[in-house]
Every structure is written in structure tokens, then in C-alpha cells.
């Protein structure tokens, strides 16, 4: 059902990019949106493919999400307001359902839980807070002086980084510790990290401008796991795949290496008071290449993955 909900969210995106392009002048702000959009339509309903054990709140979550995720792009050719808020609500409550679905389990499991189980629970409930970030920008409301691309933006990194990128990793992470046993107490510190790292990067953006110091630590703290996660993975795992899994992960991996590369510097920058990759370009380098390149094809791989498991090995996986 989720993939099928992807695919046809694939093509629901590309004429919600169309009509941008036809009645409105496109922006930074614009882009954004649809990278936001593109997780909604896609990338969510993909990554909730993969997590196994349905309660009925992943039920509602799933029934309500092409629905949800039409609304909101619906909002994003509304002036901020009422209106806009309106349109933008389905996707809050649906988020809150994903988030509801993660605490549960979270509570039902806790006990016997893994860390690849952590990390999928987690990132089912950080995504709501990527919700309460989408209506506020509908909203309108001035948040901590905050420009609408950055409130835009900090709801796109409760989407993508803290919640694609850590349920993928569980699933990595575990085939990853299968093929190399030795290298399980790493990539638990590696999991560990890029767990505190989405609220750590937040309280970053928030006191950016007085604090510069700590969102480049913030960015260092959660990129430097991503990229020895993803250099492990090209190591270790990618040359014991199949050929079509291993181009799909290989090209994941090499974006995501790309991508944190571009946060590093954009955050070096900063700190140093200097414009090496501004707001625009970080979008474009970073935005487009996590979003097509990590996100897109790091979860057709794990999906390609799962399918190709034995029931042993799915059962595992399971919380």
C-alpha cells in the first residue's frame, strides 16, 4: 500500500513542481517547499513501508497521509494564514499519528529493545515535531526572529534527518553488523549520535546567530557519525550485495557523503563569519543531493533489501 501510495505521490509531485513553475516566481523559499513536499508524497510513505509491526495508529497514519500530503501541498500556494493553516493541519495530525505509532512500541518493547530498534522509534517520533514546524510557517507567526525559510527548513530536518535517516540506518546498520560482527560497539556509538544529533542541531539553528560555536558543533556532532556510518557501509557492506542493491546504496552513500560535506563547510563558514555556501546554494548542494540522492536511493535500497531477506532475517528486524 505505501509503495503504492509513493508512486503515485511521485507523479503528484512532479505536477505540484509544474504548477509552481507556471504561477509563481520560484525562489529559495519555493524550492523548499518542494523538497518538503517530495518527503510527504514519497520518501514518508516509502520509509513507513519498512518498519514492520502495524498498530492502528500506523493504520491512520497511513490512511490519512496521500490525503494529508495533497492538503499540504495545497497550502503552499496559499499567502501564509488561516487558509494556509487550514491545509497544512491534515499533515500535523498525520504526523502526530506516526509519532503516536513510535511511542507505543516504544512502551510496548522497551525492554528487549535493540538499538536498530531505538533508532526506528525514534525516528517515528521526531517527525511531529517536523509537522508542528510546517504549521507554524503556514501560520505566519514570527518564531524567534526567524526568516520563513529557516522555519521551513527546520521542518524539513525533523522529516529527513531525524526521521529517514535513522529508520534507513536501522536497517543498514543491522545486514552492516551481520556481515562484520566486530563492528557492532561502533555502530552503536554512530546510532547514539546521530540520535541526539537533530535536537542538538535545532538548539544549533536556534542560537546560530549568538552562538555560532555551537551550531558548527551541532553540524560536526551529527555529520561526523553519518560519514563513518557511510564509509563503513562502502567498506564492509556494500561488496557483499547484489548488484542492483549495491548501485543503489553505493549511490546513497556517496551522496550522503557529499551532502555532510557541504553542511560541514556551510557550518565552518558561519562560524568564521564567512559566506562560503549561502542559504541558496546550501538548498541546491546539500537539499537536492540528500533528498534524490541519500534519501530517494538509500530507501529503494533498503526496500530492494527487505525484499530480498529471508523470513528469518525480516523477523528480526521486527520490535
Not at 65 to 70: L, N, R
Not at 168 to 196: C, Q
Amino acid at each position: 500500500m505505501m509503495k503504492t501510495s509513493s508512486f503515485a505521490g511521485l507523479f503528484l509531485w512532479v505536477l505540484f513542481v509544474v504548477a509552481k513553475l507556471v504561477t509563481t516566481p520560484i525562489d529559495t523559499l519555493q524550492y523548499v517547499m518542494m523538497l518538503l513536499l517530495f518527503a510527504y508524497l514519497v520518501l514518508v510513505p516509502l520509509t513507513l513501508n519498512l518498519v514492520p509491526q502495524k498498530n492502528t495508529f500506523y493504520r491512520y497514519a497511513t490512511r490519512l497521509q496521500p490525503f494529508a500530503a495533497i492538503c499540504a501541498g495545497i497550502s503552499f500556494f496559499f499567502d501564509q494564514g488561516l487558509i494556509a493553516v487550514l491545509f497544512a493541519v491534515p499533515w500535523l495530525i498525520t504526523t502526530i499519528f506516526i509519532a503516536l505509532y513510535g511511542f507505543t512500541r516504544l512502551l510496548q518493547e522497551w525492554k528487549k529493545s535493540t538499538i536498530f530498534n531505538v533508532l526506528i522509534q525514534l525516528g517515528l517520533m521526531y517527525i511531529s515535531i517536523g509537522g508542528v514546524w510546517l504549521v507554524l510557517h503556514r501560520s505566519g507567526i514570527e518564531i524567534l526572529n526567524f526568516s520563513d525559510v529557516i522555519v521551513l527548513l527546520t521542518s524539513i530536518h525533523f522529516h529527513y534527518a531525524a526521521f529517514i535517516t535513522p529508520i534507513s540506518m536501522a536497517f543498514i546498520g543491522r545486514m552492516l553488523v551481520r556481515t562484520a560482527p566486530v563492528l557492532k560497539p561502533w555502530f552503536k556509538l554512530v546510532a547514539f549520535l546521530v540520535l541526539i544529533g537533530p535536537p542538538f542541531i535545532a538548539a544549533g539553528i536556534t542560537f546560530g546567530d549568538t552562538m555560532p560555536v555551537l551550531e558548527f558543533a551541532s553540524v560536526v556532532e551529527f555529520v561526523t557519525p553519518l560519514v563513518v556510518f557511510s564509509i563503513l557501509c562502502l567498506v564492509y557492506l556494500i561488496p557483499t550485495l547484489d548488484y542492483a542493491v549495491k548501485m543503489l546504496l553505493s549511490i546513497s552513500f556517496v551522496s550522503l557523503l557529499f551532502s555532510m560535506s557541504s553542511a560541514m563547510i556551510y557550518g565552518f563558514a558561519h562560524v568564521n563569519e564567512t559566506v562560503i555556501l549561502g542559504i541558496p546554494l546550501m538548498i541546491f548542494f546539500h537539499g537536492f543531493v540528500n533528498t534524490f540522492g541519500f534519501s530517494l536511493f538509500g530507501l529503494l535500497g533498503v526496500t530492494a533489501l527487505n525484499e530480498t531477506s529471508t523470513p528469518i532475517q525480516k523477523s528480526s528486524l521486527s520490535m
